[in-house]
């Protein structure tokens, strides 16, 4: 099925259910679902909820699953916070074994719209934070992999005994 006007094709449904635009073939670039083509392809994404730390426009991940239920276990959101404009980016995972997908809650790591990166915490105090339970270690290497590879630099901090290595 091509969808045009006045003779330039823009919009492709091939016989495999296969979708782009631009006058492309997905069959040509890998066989994607959906194929959108040209200079500065944008692909936007809305959500009409308006409410401060809740609303959300996400794309989530699944690889396998029923016939029915949501079995996505990683998702990509930005998640509204004080006003339209102050929006963070949330990666969430989740790992059940369930047919319940995952959601904004399930956040693993946060970009915030200043730019700070949040892993195991919402509240960025450094450009970088990370939190975690108290019986968890944190730990941070920096590794070489040229010639001569091998850990550069370690640190490892132990939450439930207060031990700090360097």
Known sequence: LRIGS??????????????SQGGRNPS??????L?????DTTLHITSA?????SSYAGIKFAVAGGSTGDYSKAGIFVKRQDSYNDLDMVFA???????TGVSPSDEK???????KINIGTTSATQKV???TSASETIGYSVDWTGSGA???ASFTANTATGEVRI
Do not use: Y
Request: aromatic share 4%; charged share 20%.
């Open 109 to 115: 790591m946060r970009i915030d719209s200043s730019g």
């Open 150 to 152: 091998g850990q550069v």
């Open 129 to 131: 934070s990370v939190g």
């Open 49 to 53: 909820g308006s409410v401060n730390n």
């Open 93 to 99: 995972f989740r790992s059940s074994n369930d047919a």
């Open 35 to 39: 194929l959108l083509w040209g200079a």
């Open 6 to 19: 006045a003779g330039s094709e823009r919009l492709r449904i091939d016989s495999s259910g296969l979708v």
């Open 28 to 33: 040509d670039h890998g066989s994607p679902n």
